[in-house]
């Protein structure tokens, strides 16, 4: 009998997870506030909140994994959004005893000097990185109390395909680099930096999930070598048979003066570290340790150019077995 595994969060993360799951052979239940979006196949769906810890304990019952891939619709809202869902997802595994699996990012970190690698400490202090610091901290905390088992996987900025513009950085340029018009980035567009295609990160969490020696721990998505956002921007475009277009970055001031008035520039002041110095993910452990490999970066540029898989999933690097 296939296990039944519990995605809250139907983005393009949760999504990627369920696919890799089915893959796998496993019953996926992937949840949202809805209810609702495209069909997957061997996929059911079902509607919750993922703040309300009776219905996603409800859920999980049963379950032998119980992933948080839940998106917040922008960053102005974190404060608020993120404590109650990481509260109702500590209530739902410990009740259930599900595996928590956190789909997370490289902010806690902080500025690091070097490749970010797992077990370097969560030392930012800016208030996105602090919230999701403090919520790898309550469960890691949990899960070595013995009151449940959990484990995190960070990746790097997204690409590949289902991905909204307003949440990814590459992404939100194609559609104008495609049509042939300079694009502006944040930061230094010549500085190396980390792109996770969005399916190595729902391999990497249905990986880790299923392997109990991978948890109490963080790991990283795989992820190609970094390229500089204008080297990223362009093997976009010739992935897409487009010649490559001239990127620059914003004027420094931009978010400082348009932050006053626009709330979202005001928060990404906080991550413009990011895209000015190199910042750049290890990802060697997974690919060591559980046999995870980078979808190769051609097919990561052409999925990003067309927002669909372009490639097969058993033409994909595999997930470690089961």
């Not at 391999?203 to 392997?211: D, F, G, K, N, S």
Request: net charge neutral; proline share 8%.
């Amino acid at each position: 009998m296939s296990a039944l595994h519990v995605i809250v969060g139907a983005g393009p993360v949760g999504r990627a997870t369920a696919v890799a799951l089915v893959a796998r052979g496993h019953d996926v239940l992937l949840v949202s506030r809805s209810g609702a979006g495209p069909d997957i196949p061997g996929v059911r769906r079902a509607a919750a909140d993922a703040a309300d810890a009776e219905r996603v304990t409800e859920l999980a019952t049963g379950a032998v994994a119980l992933y948080n891939c839940v998106n917040p619709p922008s960053y102005t809202v974190w404060p608020t959004f993120w404590p109650p869902i990481a509260a109702a997802f500590l209530t739902a595994a410990e009740r259930t005893g599900a595996t928590l699996v956190t789909a997370s990012c490289l902010y806690g970190y902080g500025p690091v000097e070097g490749p970010m690698v797992e077990g370097l400490p969560d030392a930012a202090t800016t208030k996105k990185a602090g919230i999701r610091a403090r919520m790898w901290a309550e469960a890691r905390a949990a899960h070595e109390a013995g009151r449940i088992t959990a484990v995190e996987v960070r990746g790097s900025d997204y690409m590949g395909p289902w991905i909204d513009p307003d949440h990814a950085h590459i992404v939100r340029v194609t559609e104008a680099a495609l049509a042939g018009r300079t694009v502006r980035v944040m930061g230094r567009p010549d500085q190396p930096h980390s792109f996770t295609d969005v399916r190595d990160m729902g391999r990497a969490l249905a990986a880790v999930a299923q392997v109990p020696e991978a948890w109490g721990r963080v790991w990283h998505a795989p992820t190609n070598a970094p390229r500089t956002q204008a080297e990223a921007i362009a093997d976009v475009c010739r992935a897409a048979g487009r010649e490559p277009v001239a990127v620059k970055g914003f004027p420094r001031w931009v978010l400082g003066v348009m932050g006053r008035f626009v709330p979202v520039l005001r928060e990404l002041r906080e991550t413009e570290y990011q895209f000015r110095s190199p910042y750049v993910l290890d990802s060697s452990a997974i690919t060591r340790e559980l046999g995870l490999a980078p979808t190769p970066w051609d097919e990561v540029c052409r999925a990003t150019a067309t927002g669909e898989p372009t490639a097969e999933p058993s033409s994909l690097n595999a997930c470690a077995s089961d």
